[in-house]
């Protein structure tokens, strides 16, 4: 009976899962998910440029301008939402008794984008 019950409510917390919806335009890239928490955003690019973007809420948008100063080169994004369900009590094994702990839902994208003069490039022109 445990295992049904536990097999039903890993079923319903993956049935409320909702993607990021990541939109890249020539002037920003856009992170949203209904229900997150949080978005969190990691940027990586040329020079060893790598820049994290955080915010509390289910939508993220980050310009060219807020990017290594418009730098041009290729960058790299890996972006997780968080959602938190519900709350547990757990025995920590340090010792210390019980703690509250989170239960959260994620999702992750990530993917990849130019600048070029300023302006946020995602594919090639074929000539």
Not at 2 to 25: E, P, Y
Not at 34 to 57: K, M
């Amino acid at each position: 009976m445990k295992k049904l019950w536990l097999a039903s409510c890993i079923f319903s917390v993956s049935a409320l899962s909702h993607a990021i919806d990541t939109k890249i335009s020539n002037d920003s890239v856009v992170f949203s998910q209904s229900n997150a928490d949080t978005i969190s955003v990691s940027i990586s690019g040329p020079d060893g440029y790598n820049e994290a973007f955080t915010t509390e809420a289910d939508f993220l948008k980050i310009t060219a301008s807020d990017i290594n100063n418009a730098t041009d080169g290729s960058y790299q994004f890996d972006a997780i939402s968080t959602e938190v369900l519900g709350k547990t009590t757990v025995d920590d094994s340090n010792g210390r008794g019980l703690a509250l702990k989170n239960i959260v839902n994620s999702e992750s994208d990530s993917g990849h984008f130019r600048l070029e003069n300023g302006s946020i490039v995602t594919t090639q022109e074929e000539e």
